[in-house]
């Protein structure tokens, strides 16, 4: 199958790119950040989570960021949350759209969430229920899909079973995570095959982190399968805090630049995008990882 002719990009660097900085980033650059990315094109950004700051001190000023960006017509700003407890502190603070965060490995289920996969299903329920009552839209995410640093392979089966019963405790939309970014193009196709018959590709996700230097090809793969959205990060920002050894996601601009030269539209002003993959860079103090980025800091057409 050819390549869409337009697909979505979800930029979850100020969210899951930044929960993996050692240094806690200033509110003010965070809602800098989210601000310039919101004037790119970009028609979805994660903008934080409410997870307990015990577990992800890197955000806990997730309301002040709510409250201090500028929120532009026609982009959503999800924020992710792991309990009721979080989702009744994300609707105190202005959220309009939520994501839950389940595992596909039952290993890695136990030790990042504390709980079976089992009993984490059992958590979202009550928050997708009350999210979609009160009208906001509910992203789910299963990690872990390509595999698991516990547990190493993870079944397609397994990966199906967690995505569908997402989709049935009324998600509308679930991103696959290749989370240690471990994934093949094969893999991928693989598992894409397996989900076919089972949900609408359409309405998944695809979220390559780029360890193994495999993101882009992944996330192609996935879009040649039929697969519409994919989950990038400014810069290449990110990696996995209970992941050891997890890089960072593949990097916005890089995809972007493949799509943009493959005649696919992805609504992303690419010059505006480097520009605050720049900024974000210099808050940070170190250059991007990303190719497309380097080669623009550098003064040339990326190769």
């Not at 005649?263 to 992303?268: D, H, K, N, S």
Request: some cysteine.
């Amino acid at each position: 199958m050819p390549l869409p002719e337009r697909v979505t990009i979800v930029e979850v660097g100020p969210r899951d790119g930044l929960q993996n900085e050692a240094d806690t980033v200033p509110t003010a650059v965070k809602v800098g950040f989210i601000d310039r990315l919101s004037r790119t094109g970009l028609s979805v950004i994660e903008a934080t989570s409410f997870v307990h700051p015990r577990w992800v001190p890197q955000l806990a000023d997730g309301a002040e960021v709510l409250a201090g960006i500028t929120r532009q017509p026609g982009v959503r700003y999800p924020v992710l949350v792991p309990n009721e407890t979080g989702l009744d502190a994300a609707l105190a603070a202005g959220a309009e759209e939520i994501a839950v965060f389940a595992s596909a490995s039952e290993s890695f289920s136990e030790r990042n969430l504390n709980r079976s996969i089992a009993d984490s299903m059992a958590m979202f329920a009550p928050v997708i229920r009350r999210a979609s009552e009160a009208g906001l839209r509910v992203r789910g995410y299963v990690s872990m899909v390509c595999g698991c640093p516990y547990q190493g392979q993870v079944p397609v089966e397994d990966v199906a079973r967690v995505t569908v019963e997402l989709f049935e405790l009324g998600c509308a939309e679930v991103s696959l995570g290749d989370t240690i970014g471990v994934g093949t193009v094969g893999q991928v196709r693989h598992l894409l095959d397996h989900l076919a018959p089972q949900v609408l590709l359409d309405r998944l996700a695809v979220h390559m982190h780029d360890t193994y230097g495999q993101g882009l090809a992944n996330t192609l793969a996935a879009f040649e399968a039929g697969v519409r959205i994919a989950d990038t990060s400014a810069g290449g920002l990110g990696g996995c805090p209970f992941a050891v050894g997890a890089t960072g996601n593949l990097a916005t601009e890089d995809l972007v630049y493949a799509l943009h030269g493959s005649g696919v539209a992805t609504g992303v002003d690419l010059e505006a995008l480097l520009a605050t993959t720049g900024w974000m860079a210099d808050q940070l103090g170190r250059p991007p990882t990303s190719r497309v980025a380097r080669a623009a800091m550098a003064g040339r057409e990326p190769s």
